[in-house]
């Protein structure tokens, strides 16, 4: 069974920081570029940041460049999402996804795997 479980969202003051996990399992980590997305209230699903497999690249949108840093631990089957100063505009379920063509995701298309999100919030 394939499953892809996020964890480390919550609560936090503006200009905070939280560390997002996803660990997968059921497939072939190595072989999948894996980014996180996020959903906020009558909003589309958007593209927060993702890491291909083959060389690492790391993609960020331009409202989170410079605060997130994506990381990945393939021993693990895991990635990580390290959010720093963050915004009240960050507020959103963050889902983790998995795609198995090895560039950036910066849209759903091609989606094989997603999780089933953590809330983040961030108070002003």
């Known amino acids: 069974e394939v499953q892809l479980v996020e964890s480390g969202g919550g609560l936090v003051q503006a200009g905070g920081s939280l560390r997002l996990s996803c660990a997968a399992s059921?497939?072939?980590?190595?072989?999948?570029?894996i980014g996180w997305f996020r959903q906020a209230p009558g909003k589309e699903r958007e593209g927060v940041s993702s890491?291909?497999?083959?060389?690492?690249?790391?993609y960020y949108s331009h409202s989170v460049k410079d605060r997130f840093t994506i990381s990945r631990d393939d021993a693990k089957s895991t990635v990580y999402l390290q959010m720093n100063s963050l915004k009240p505009e960050d507020t959103a379920v963050y889902y983790c996804?998995?795609?198995?063509?090895?560039?950036?995701?910066?849209?759903?298309?091609?989606?094989?795997?997603w999780g089933q999100g953590t809330q983040v919030t961030v108070s002003s």
């Open positions: 059921g497939f072939t980590f190595g072989g999948y570029t």
């Open positions: 890491i291909t497999t083959d060389d690492g690249f790391a």
């Open positions: 996804a998995a795609r198995q063509w090895d560039s950036p995701m910066t849209t759903p298309r091609g989606v094989n795997y």
